[in-house]
C-alpha cells in the first residue's frame, strides 16, 4: 500500500510540471504574444517568481503547483519601437563568484541573440563602460554607454544568486533571476521577467536500510557541478520565453 500511494504521489505531482506564464501590464494597452498560459487565475506579485518544491529521490526539480511561474510584465513601450539591439548590462550583485556571474551573463546574452538582431555582451559592455570611466550604478551612463554601441535598448539583470542547502540526505540548490530591458533612449521599461526554480537530490528515507542510499544521491547531487549551469539556462529560457521574438518581424 505504502508504494501504491508513493506512486500516485509522484505521477499527482508530475502532472503539475507545466511552466505558468503570469502576465502583469505595466500598462493598458495592445496584448503581448504571451506563450500559453496554463492557469490565467494565478495572482501573483512581481517579486513572487515561484515557490520552491520538494523533488524525488533523483534529483530532479521541484516541480509543485506554482514551482515553474514565471512572472512578465510587457508595455506599450516596447510595441512603440521594438528594440533591435540590446545591451546586456554587467552583473553587480553580490554573493556570486566571477565564474557564476560570467556563466549568467553568457547565458542571458544567448538568448537574447535568438530574439532581437543584435546583442552586446556583458563583458563587452563593461570594458567600454571601464574606458569610458562610467559609473555602472548611474542609468544614464549606463544608457549613454547602450547608445556608443547603437543600441535602443537595455537588458538589466537581477539574480538571487545560487542557494544550497546540504544535510546529509538531503540536497538543494535554488536559483532566481530578474531582467528588465529599458528603452536606451529615456530609460522606459518596456518588459520584465522574473522566475525562479530549485532542485534537490535525496529525500526521507522509508527504513534504516534507505539511509545510507539517500545519503549517497544526495552527496552526489551535492558536488554534481551540471546543476547549476542547468538551472541557470533553464530560468534564463523560461524568462525570454515571454519576450516576443524581434528577429521574425522586418
Not at 569610458?132 to 547608445?147: G, V
Amino acid at each position: 500500500m505504502r508504494f501504491v500511494l508513493m506512486a500516485v504521489l509522484f505521477l499527482s505531482v508530475g502532472a503539475c510540471t507545466e511552466v505558468h506564464y503570469v502576465e502583469e501590464p505595466l500598462v493598458t494597452g495592445q496584448p503581448a504574444p504571451a506563450p500559453k498560459v496554463a492557469d490565467a487565475d494565478d495572482e501573483l506579485d512581481e517579486d513572487a517568481e515561484g515557490v520552491e518544491g520538494i523533488a524525488d529521490e533523483g534529483g530532479q526539480e521541484a516541480s509543485g503547483l506554482f514551482s515553474r511561474t514565471v512572472n512578465y510584465k510587457l508595455a506599450d513601450a516596447f510595441y512603440q519601437n521594438p528594440p533591435r539591439c540590446v545591451m546586456v548590462a554587467p552583473i553587480m550583485g553580490k554573493g556570486m563568484t566571477e565564474a557564476a556571474t560570467l556563466m549568467i551573463e553568457a547565458a542571458i546574452s544567448r538568448h537574447a541573440s535568438q530574439r532581437v538582431d543584435r546583442v552586446i555582451e556583458a563583458h563587452r559592455a563593461y570594458r567600454k563602460l571601464r574606458a569610458m570611466a562610467l559609473d555602472i550604478k548611474n542609468q544614464k551612463h549606463l544608457r549613454r554607454l547602450a547608445r556608443s554601441f547603437n543600441c535602443d535598448a537595455i537588458m538589466t539583470p537581477e539574480t538571487k544568486g545560487a542557494q544550497g542547502a546540504y544535510a546529509v540526505v538531503f540536497a538543494q540548490v535554488s536559483f532566481g533571476l530578474k531582467l528588465t530591458l529599458t528603452r536606451a533612449s529615456d530609460g522606459e521599461v518596456m518588459w520584465r521577467g522574473a522566475h525562479q526554480a530549485s532542485r534537490s537530490g535525496g529525500g526521507v528515507p522509508l527504513g534504516l536500510l534507505g539511509i545510507p542510499i539517500i545519503a549517497l544521491k544526495a552527496g552526489r547531487f551535492s558536488s554534481d557541478t551540471d546543476v547549476l549551469p542547468s538551472m541557470v539556462d533553464d530560468v534564463t529560457r523560461r524568462i525570454f520565453a515571454s519576450l516576443p521574438n524581434m528577429r521574425i518581424v522586418r
